[in-house]
């Protein structure tokens, strides 16, 4: 290699070390001010990252790029097949870095500033009806252990609303039992008490007085639901649990890691509750964010309607 190659090598490193090192200190910004979880924050790194290093194949500065790279690197990602709930998730990562950088007056002019976020059209999460998560809830095989410690939290899952992540974090000290209710931190930091429903404490009574004694026989942890290893549980190896019960239960159709958490909104909503109140349960910041499941509600409802109507 050239001595002329080997400082442009040196020189793109240098470069992107220095990057790196910006986008650092945007994410500890937004974690100080939102109290962001560490999978938003990932993913934010993750879109810029990817955004530094197409540029810097085309020896540019990501820092102070324009609003035509920014454009080149969208209809890049879109003919690769980049689907446009992606490229908006993306296209926000990068609204809320520059907007950082504005404001810290490392560059004059915000690039995304003309650039409109592409139209994606609101998904609707996977309904599923009572009878099939009764029988999700019922495809562990309770009298082993580890199929006790699932069913419990399948049923405190649903019971709840709460997040994968909000379940597997669980710790014993936010379970009160004699009240019946839980203390989750979820996303923003904001902290909510949940009621727990008889069954769901029923399962909880029975799984915390014998089958985690059991699965963590000598050993010490603080988390609720722990694995053989007395470790915590992650998300995929939940996901990979939700899989294998639905296959058992012949739940068919794409299922999300809130599959559940989506049911516990639907089934109030079906029965009565008040939306505000799904809402606080939810831990939901904004009310149109838990809106989307009165068009689940609702499309529940015109479904019964063409059964059950004579002229339906």
């Known amino acids: 290699m050239s001595p002329t190659s080997v400082n442009t090598v040196a020189g793109a490193n240098a470069r992107a070390d220095s990057t790196e090192a910006v986008i650092d200190k945007f994410l500890d910004s937004i974690w100080m001010e939102r109290g962001l979880s560490a999978n938003t924050l990932g993913a934010y790194r993750a879109d810029l990252l990817s955004l530094q290093r197409w540029l ?7 820092i102070y790029s324009a609003r035509a790279d920014l454009l080149a690197f969208i209809a890049w990602r879109s003919k690769e097949g980049a689907k446009p709930r992606s490229t908006a998730r ?6 809320r870095f520059y907007r950082f950088l504005l404001r810290e007056g490392v560059i004059a002019e915000d690039p995304t500033l003309k650039i409109d976020m592409p139209k994606i059209g609101r998904s609707l999460p996977q309904l599923l009806t009572e009878g099939e998560v009764e029988a999700l809830l019922n495809a562990p095989d309770i009298h082993d252990a580890i199929g006790n410690r699932d ?8 019971a709840t609303g709460l997040r994968v992540s909000e379940l597997i974090n669980l ?6 039992l004699n009240q019946g209710v839980l203390r989750v931190r979820g996303k923003g930091d904001r902290e909510r008490l949940i009621p727990i429903g008889d069954e769901a404490q029923k399962w909880l009574r029975e799984f915390l007085n014998g089958p985690r004694v059991e699965i963590l026989l000598d050993r010490q942890t603080e988390y609720l639901f ?12 939940f996901w990979h649990i939700i ?14 890691p809130h599959t559940l958490r989506h049911a516990f909104a639907t089934h109030l909503l079906n029965n009565g509750a008040d939306l505000r109140v799904v809402q606080m349960l939810l831990g939901h910041s904004d009310l149109s964010t838990t ?18 109507h004579p002229r339906g």
Do not use: C, W
Not at 246 to 256: M, P, Q, T, Y
Not at 291 to 300: K, N, W
């Open 56 to 62: 810097a194949q085309r020896d540019k500065s990501m």
């Open 90 to 95: 993306q296209l926000s990562s990068f609204r």
């Open 151 to 158: 069913r419990a939290m399948l049923e405190v899952l649903y």
């Open 171 to 176: 710790r014993q000290a936010q379970i009160n």
């Open 226 to 237: 722990p694995t053989r290893r007395g470790d915590r549980m992650t998300r995929q190896a």
């Open 243 to 256: 899989k294998r019960y639905a296959r058992k239960a012949d739940i068919l159709g794409k299922l999300s």
């Open 291 to 308: 809106q989307i499941y009165t068009h689940v509600a609702r499309e529940r409802m015109k479904e019964m309607h063409a059964q059950h």
